[in-house]
């Protein structure tokens, strides 16, 4: 009878730590300058050293990671569902003006998947660590992309319609994808020496995309403010309020560690920050493709009369040239990886000399 033995878990003294001078140490609740370690998290860790399969059968066990693989895997299936039954609809893939949300559609199925693959692998190795949150970054980016397509296309205010912006408005979400890849991806190259500046660089790289992908929310929120439905054609879907709403906590989140951070162990299989920060993203995603599609369908009668659909060789040429130059972003980092010296602390995986043996025995 075939039997498979499910990886066995470390606590945190048992992970590898390679902070300079502090080999071997053994601390409860160590600052997060370690390539493995999660700041709060106490217990529940993978061998950093796992196979691939020994990461794939982690996922049916509990660890602190199990819940983040889980709370995208499931969502790129519903994600995925809703863009086979939309693109399936009568007519929907055949009409232009439909060829945004699809654009819009695909990054949003790949950045749950990505993410759930890179919290799947990330144990093998700490470079292997490192290129499965690269890949993770750069579909994010692709995400960053993929909402200025249909906010071009559906929620632009009356006022901007053929304006500069609105015609520079997807090229330069393009631009601002390289720049959250390339930022996010140098940012693991700081987090040992300067774990804030680190912290930072990423939080600013998603978060200025995401800033520039709703301005035209801002601004037609700030025009409807305190007119209630009296706006017209800027009024806003309650779904767009949700969207920002669950956007800011999944930004507080990430940046907070919390609640993990006041009760250090509490939180280690669930209910930490990263978990919680899933789920406020997919539904931020929900809600915002709700909006989207609100957007889409009230204003459809009003924008063929101001505005012309986006052609089906300029949406193809725009995400192609933006997925490969994220993929060239991400490779070039990659291959600083592999030229770094083995000594770097960033690549090294094992457990430390005459230290407490990483693999619980």
């Not at 015609?167 to 959250?180: E, G, K, T």
Request: include cysteine; aromatic fraction near 14%.
């Amino acid at each position: 009878m075939l039997s498979l033995k499910l990886p066995q878990l470390l606590q945190v003294h048992q992970v590898p730590r390679f902070s300079p001078g502090e080999r071997g140490s053994s601390i409860v609740t160590p600052p997060p300058t370690q390539v493995f370690w999660e700041d709060g998290i106490v217990s529940g860790y993978r061998r950093p050293t796992s196979s691939a399969l020994d990461c794939v059968l982690s996922s049916f066990q509990m660890t602190n990671e199990t819940v983040n693989i889980w709370t995208h895997f499931l969502p790129t299936w519903y994600f995925l569902w809703r863009l086979l039954v939309l693109a399936g609809g009568p007519g929907f893939r055949a009409e232009p003006y439909h060829w945004p949300l699809l654009v819009f559609l695909l990054p949003t199925c790949l950045y749950p998947f990505a993410s759930c693959c890179a919290h799947t692998f990330s144990s093998m190795s700490p470079r292997a660590r490192h290129i499965c949150y690269f890949l993770d970054y750069g579909a994010l980016s692709l995400y960053s992309l993929g909402c200025a397509f249909p906010y071009a296309a559906y929620s632009m205010p009356a006022s901007w319609l053929h304006g500069r912006l609105h015609q520079l408005f997807v090229p330069a979400a393009a631009l601002n994808s390289f720049l959250c890849t390339g930022l996010s991806c140098y940012s693991r190259f700081r987090e040992l020496e300067s774990p804030g500046l680190s912290k930072i660089l990423r939080t600013g790289a998603f978060a200025y995309p995401f800033l520039f992908d709703n301005l035209p929310l801002f601004y037609r929120l700030g025009l409807c403010w305190g007119r209630g439905h009296s706006c017209g054609q800027e009024a806003l879907s309650t779904n767009h309020g949700y969207h920002l709403l669950c956007a800011l906590l999944t930004g507080f989140l990430f940046a907070s560690h919390l609640p993990e951070r006041l009760a250090p162990g509490r939180f280690d299989y669930i209910g930490h920050s990263h978990q919680l920060f899933h789920i406020c993203a997919v539904l931020g995603t929900h809600f915002q493709l709700e909006a989207v599609l609100a957007d889409m369908e009230s204003r459809q009668a009003w924008l063929a009369t101001q505005a012309t659909p986006l052609g089906l060789a300029g949406t193809v040429a725009t995400l192609g040239l933006a997925v490969a130059g994220n993929l060239l972003i991400i490779a070039a980092f990659t291959a600083s990886l592999f030229r770094a010296p083995s000594t770097c602390p960033l690549l090294q995986g094992g457990p430390p000399e005459g230290g407490t043996n990483a693999k619980q025995q």
